[in-house]
């Protein structure tokens, strides 16, 4: 079965913002304690933080981490994570109904990205609090010192501003789960004052207004264009939020889900055209898609867990086992996000560490790489420079998505010193390879620089820290340049980067 493929040095979609390749870390189950901060683990530094997460979180090379939540920030005080330890509130956490001891805050937080060489993407509460605690975080955050909040910063050991200069506006604030849920009405006033005034501090940060939780919303698209009219000329992003799952175990439509992915983002790019033209205005708003992954395999023991009403400290909630099937899926989604990167701006996979993570901890005991911590290594080493338009003519198949689905997802992008192109792909055929034909159009001296292939017997194949490299990637040498053309063959439900110097 053959793909026909045309990539030309001339046919760009967009410069690709860094930012693409960015996480999430939220007060909930073990992504915090346990998962980075575990003082009396071996591999813990003089500041309790996991050494071999670290090790780990630093190989994605995520340039943001966004923080503290999630449905955890809508009732979360900041001033309890701050000041001496032993000072700090033990509280009880409404979203996930755990108890949290709040030995984690924003100043640990701030210096555990510097270790990671990672920065903040900070969230403020709109849901129980609102624009004087946002306000007041702020100037604590970044403010050099001489007024209140800056001093206490300074008392509490922290000399430098920490110089945040990405902001939530709230999370999820169309959803009835979450606490201080508003209608996009309210929310966009509220979100626009805030917004005002955060920047009376300081008129270079960037604003995440809160759009739909997913496009199933009954709010959807309609909370887009009301938050908008509201608060059009004070934002620069609108967040989206969208996760997969496949419990019918149906793999043909659990991989064109990414047709979902692709028709939310361009609806929502229709929505800020159209208020952006109702406005008269010359900014075009980005997209924030600051929660996406795979989350569906550990909804039952959540249940169980949630369900037993205890308020613990730190449960083993979210923690999804990624399988090889999700490897396809995440390789589709990032190539959705690279293709549609003129819209995109930011995104975070959702989250870093044990909860919904590539990341996955024992407590006290080992680090591992989760089957989808591969996909996004890729996609973050070499998927920044220019995404290409492809044209892509090939076979497809109707799911329960959508009909015409490519068997071949596949996206390319031009490195940002134009010496390198490289074609992420996912194969969605359960059983024929495909012969895969690139005419490479302005890349005159193109030559292999590598293969990478990701295929495995079982599609439920997960890895473990008894067996860490159960899924992993393979080199491989089929892939050759004849005539101006990339020439090779994707075998049945795999994942591939190939890689050309040029």
Known sequence: MKTNVVAHRDFRIATIDARLYSSFLEHLGRAIYGGIYEPGHPSADEDGFRRDVLDLVRELDTPYCRYPGGNFVSA????????????RPVRLDLAWRTREANQI???????????????PMLAVNLG?????????????????GGTYWSDLRRKHGWANPHDVKLWCLGNEMDGPWQVGHKSAYEYGRVADETAKAMRGFDKSLELVVCGSSNSDMKTYPDWEA????????????????????????????YLARATKL?????????????????????????????????????????????ARDEWPDAPHLLEDVYNFEDVLQVGGILNTFIRRSDRVRIACIAQLVNVIAPIMTEDGGAAWRQTIYYPFYYASRYGRGTALQLVVDGPTYD????????????????SEDGR????????????????LDVRLEG??????????????????AVNTAARPGTVAPVNVDSAKIEDGRLRTGLKPLSYSVIRLSV
């Open 226 to 253: 009301e938050v908008l009219d509201q608060c059009y000329d004070s934002a620069d992003h609108i967040s989206l939020h969208m996760y997969f799952a496949n419990r019918e175990k149906n793999t043909l439509n």
């Open 262 to 306: 692709d028709r939310y983002i361009t609806t929502i790019g229709g929505v800020i055209d159209y208020i952006k033209a109702k406005k008269r205005s010359k900014k075009t708003i980005g997209i924030s898609f600051d929660e996406w992954n795979v989350w569906y395999h550990s909804n039952q023991q959540d249940k169980e867990i949630l």
């Open 399 to 414: 799911s329960d998505e959508e009909n015409d689905v490519p068997y071949l997802d596949v996206s390319a992008v031009h």
């Open 443 to 460: 890349f005159g001296n193109a030559r292999v620089i590598e293969q990478v292939e990701m295929t495995h017997g079982d599609l439920e």
């Open 420 to 435: 390198s192109l490289t074609f992420f792909a996912v194969n969605r055929h359960p059983n024929t390879a495909l012969d």
């Open 76 to 87: 979360y005080n900041w001033e309890d994570g701050v000041g001496p330890r032993s000072e």
């Open 105 to 119: 805050g924003v100043n640990e937080f701030v210096d555990w990205c510097k270790k990671a060489n990672t920065k």
């Open 128 to 144: 129980s609090r609102g624009l004087d605690a946002a306000r007041n975080f702020l100037e604590y955050c970044n403010h050099p």
